[in-house]
């Protein structure tokens, strides 16, 4: 499996992405110890925290297009497809 965030940036994961990404390994693995099954980690105010799959994709997070995130991905050259 690939994460594309560094991978799309152009260059080595920094030491965020390392420690976040430590950070939701050893959540999900404390999920699965704790057989927490149907869940999945997510970073909220600066904690992981576990969340129900089935509340996660109850309803569509819109993205504004014409929004900062859409423009500052656009700028770094992120494809939105055709």
Do not use: W
């Not at 996660?56 to 992120?78: S, Y």
């Amino acid at each position: 499996v690939t994460v594309l965030g560094h991978i799309q940036r152009g260059g080595s994961p920094s030491s965020f992405d390392r420690i976040l990404a430590t950070r939701y390994g050893v959540s999900a693995a404390e999920l699965v110890a704790a057989e927490q099954f149907g869940k999945m980690v997510s970073l909220r105010n600066g904690e992981i925290e576990p969340v129900d799959l089935a509340c996660a994709v109850a309803a569509p997070k819109r993205v504004d297009p014409a929004g900062q995130l859409v423009r500052q991905a656009r700028d770094l050259g992120v494809s939105f497809g055709a």
